[in-house]
């Protein structure tokens, strides 16, 4: 069973969905023997960073998370749920995240040409870091496969983690991985057939 964490943020129910239709049971909870019980674990996000690691430790959730994460529990955080992975964010000011992915979260601003729309939204072609073997979590899919990103903020300092590249005017962080612990910036349950295979390779972890 995968335990979708329910902290007050997040595409919770389309995610839901998207296991469903490929036969994963999943329950949507903010209980912490819920989360324990489980099998793997999904954390979402949507909206600003502070703000969602704000209430993640008013639910008393961040230290529950990182315990299972390191317990060796797979995790998989998607978009603003990735970016709380890492050690700091900088949007609206500098709060802490979950320290469990090395590197921060800064403005794609900083590293995309100033021609370039904010937010990144749409479909983007995935790429491989060369010279590493592609992640499990990219099993069932190809290189050059497309997801779709809504997002202004991007991973950054944390090239030991990352498993998939974007361009958008620069190579950006797509998704991240470390040991059972895995992020992706786009939004799988938005992304057609890649997006399943994606939460397909997951459940099989």
Known sequence: MIAI???GVGNLFSL???????????????????IRAADKLILPGVGAFG???ALLRR????KLVCAEAWGGKPLLGICLGMQLLF????????????????????????HIP???????????????????????LFQHIQEGDCVYFVHSFCGAECEESVIAYA???????????????????FHPEKSGDVGLNILRAFCEL
């Open 16 to 34: 839901k969905s998207s296991f469903a239709a490929i036969g994963a049971e999943t329950v949507v909870t903010g209980e912490a023997e819920v």
């Open 59 to 62: 639910c008393g959730l961040d």
């Open 114 to 136: 100033a021609e370039y729309k904010i937010p990144h939204i749409g479909w983007n072609a995935l790429r491989f870091p060369a010279g590493k073997p592609a992640s499990p």
């Open 87 to 110: 050690d700091y964010g900088l949007e609206y000011g500098h709060h802490k995240g979950l320290g469990l992915i090395p590197g921060c979260v800064r403005p794609i601003a900083d």
């Open 5 to 7: 964490i329910d902290y």
């Open 167 to 185: 361009e958008y005017g620069a190579q950006l962080t797509a998704a991240v991985g470390r040991d059972s612990i895995y992020g992706v910036q």
């Open 51 to 53: 703000d969602a690691a």
